[in-house]
């Protein structure tokens, strides 16, 4: 399984990457397309839906199950990965480059300090 050490993540298996300019680029992990198996479909909130940590941003649906998309962050969506629609594999192929699904413009930058390290998700999912 792979976890890049210079990602973000929560304990509901999203990752989150701080692209330094105010905003931030979030998916699901290795782990998370792992369990749900192979990806058939992503629904994800519009461009310009405002969200609180914890809420639902959209969902991922595999062949035999359903997952809810947890906002990481307190934000708003400015760009989704339009390329999910024809082509929902790809979370199951490169889930951290571009099996990637939302960018948020973020609201409250210190939330980012209270998500998992590389090291604390790989003990979450050990």
Same mark, same amino acid.
């Given at each position: 399984m792979s976890t890049p050490a210079d990602l973000k993540y929560t304990r509901e298996h999203e990752? %989150? =990457?701080d692209n330094g300019d105010g905003t931030a680029t979030v998916g699901i992990t290795d782990f998370a397309q !792992? *369990? #749900? !198996? /192979? @990806? %058939? +479909?992503v629904e994800l909130d519009d461009e310009g839906? *405002? +969200?609180?940590? /914890?809420d639902t941003f959209g969902t991922v649906e595999a062949v035999?199950? %359903?997952s809810d998309l947890f906002a990481p #962050? /307190?934000? *708003?969506? %400015? *760009?989704?990965?339009?390329?999910l629609e024809d082509n929902p594999e790809v979370v199951n192929d490169d889930p951290y480059g571009? !099996?990637?699904? @939302? =960018?948020i413009k973020i609201s409250d930058a210190s939330?980012?300090? !209270? #998500?998992l390290s590389a090291d604390e998700y790989q003990e979450l999912t050990a």
């Open positions: 990752w %989150v =990457k !792992g *369990e #749900l !198996g /192979d @990806i %058939v +479909f839906s *405002e +969200f609180s940590k /914890d035999k199950t %359903v #962050l /307190d934000g *708003e969506i %400015v *760009e989704i990965n339009e390329a571009e !099996g990637w699904m @939302i =960018k939330q980012m300090e !209270g #998500l």
